[in-house]
């Protein structure tokens, strides 16, 4: 027998949502303040790149404009550079691929300055949106980069000017700085059961 004079458990969900919706409406209330967000994705896990590009593309798909500086990778086929160069979005790469291929840190510092060059340009530029700086935090863990001179770039960039840091162990300064920060945990991945990298899905 059910008591009428108590809510069901329908009745309570409404209850609590429409507490939460009161909430929530709130809060978006509150935030009235409109610029651009510096955001790191960072951590062990899969998936920092991927939000990055997915963020890119979400901007791409809403008319604004987006550039991409990719530290360390550049020596393959990039299925987000292939579909984003076609859609407007300009790619610098640093060519020289994974440092433990190379073992050439002259040239890997070389190439990192070269792309951090073009990056400075973007992060001076008011008509792009939203910067994509992916693997930039091995470039500081490694010294390839000064620290100051990256931090100095993104806190003077235009104000509304999105900007996304992609990488694990990202800087401490960086965290500081940053509006959003999100952390990607590894709780499992393909390629320690002995799955190979996938195309479309790894690179
Ligand atoms: P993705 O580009 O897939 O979003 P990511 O940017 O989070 O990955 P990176 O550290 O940049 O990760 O590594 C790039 C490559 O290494 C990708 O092919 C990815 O699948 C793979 N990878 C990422 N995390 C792990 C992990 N925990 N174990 C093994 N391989 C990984
Ligand atoms: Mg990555």
């Known amino acids: 027998m059910t008591d009428k004079a108590s809510p069901s458990s329908e009745e309570k969900h409404t209850i609590r949502m429409q507490k939460l919706k009161e909430k929530v409406d709130a809060r ?3 935030a009235t303040e409109e610029r651009g967000i510096l955001i790191v994705i960072t951590g062990n896990g899969k998936g920092k790149s991927t939000s ?3 963020t890119v593309t979400r901007a791409v798909g809403h008319g604004l404009k987006a550039g991409v500086a990719q ?3 550049g020596t393959w086929d990039s299925g ?3 579909l984003l160069e076609k859609n407007g979005v300009v790619f610098h790469v640093m060519n020289t ?3 433990w291929n190379t073992q050439d840190k002259t040239q890997d510092i070389e190439a990192a300055t070269k792309v951090w060059a073009e990056t400075k340009k973007m992060l001076a530029d008011e008509t792009i ?3 994509l700086l992916d693997e930039l935090t091995y ?3 490694y010294k390839y980069l000064d620290l100051d001179e990256v931090i100095e770039a993104i806190v003077n960039r235009p104000v509304n000017q999105h900007v996304i840091v992609t990488g694990r162990a990202c800087h ?3 965290l500081e700085l940053a509006d959003t920060v999100s952390e990607v945990q590894p709780t499992k991945h393909a390629f320690n059961a002995g799955i190979k990298a996938q195309k479309g899905i790894d690179w």
Do not use: H, P, Q, Y
Request: hydrophobic fraction near 45%.
């Open 97 to 99: 691929g994974f440092t």
């Open 52 to 54: 990055g590009f997915g």
């Open 129 to 131: 949106d939203l910067v």
């Open 139 to 141: 470039m500081l863990s």
């Open 71 to 73: 530290f360390i990778k």
């Open 172 to 174: 401490r300064s960086l």
């Open 28 to 30: 978006v209330d509150a």
């Open 80 to 82: 987000e550079r292939n």
